[in-house]
């Protein structure tokens, strides 16, 4: 079976939610992360958010995106990861601008994978902290890397750029016929 440019293979439960979801190529990829952030970087589900919906406009248009793992950790979201296929570098910008996004907040740790390489990002200085799945932080490191990150307001003006970014790099300028 074939949905537009994504091969579905079948049927599978969601490692995080429990429900029965559709079997992807990419689908697989995002389990294999969930797997990671619970069996390996200590998290329990209910740290996890999946599939989040984000609405995202610009000017008259508008759409939904999904972020795939808000990770929360005393009452904040403390770090967002987004999965695409292809090069990383290209990932960077719309998933800071989700992390601009998702919360009235700037969330400090924002993470883009393909699903076999992972780049850490600043939240708030945008910069490469770590490359590889393995840099991903685990609870531990998080608590400690958010002590004291003093989760500053994203202004409605700046909000609204992030949006138009989300929606040209993710809606614009997909493929998803």
């Not at 910008?93 to 883009?112: D, N």
């Not at 608590?143 to 307001?153: A, L, N, Y």
């Amino acid at each position: 079976m074939n949905s537009g440019h994504h091969l579905i293979l079948g049927k599978l439960v969601d490692f995080i939610t429990g429900e029965t979801i559709q079997d992807t190529h990419d689908e697989r990829y995002r389990q294999k992360l969930a797997k990671l952030l619970v069996q390996q970087k200590d998290y329990t589900k209910n740290h996890i958010q999946t599939r989040f919906e984000l609405p995202v406009s610009a000017d008259t248009k508008q759409a939904v995106v999904e972020i795939d793992f808000l990770i929360t950790l005393t009452e904040k979201i403390c770090m967002i990861i987004q999965y695409n296929p292809g090069s990383l570098v290209t990932r960077y910008r719309p998933v800071l601008a989700a992390s601009r996004l998702v919360a009235p907040y700037q969330i400090p740790i924002v993470v883009a994978t393909n699903g076999e390489d992972a780049d850490v990002l600043d939240g708030y200085t945008n910069e490469v902290i770590s490359s590889g799945l393995e840099s991903i932080p685990d609870k531990g490191q998080l608590t400690t890397q958010i002590e004291d990150i003093p989760f500053k307001d994203i202004s409605p003006r700046q909000a609204e750029m992030e949006s138009r970014i989300i929606y040209a790099f993710e809606i614009d300028g997909c493929c998803c016929s």
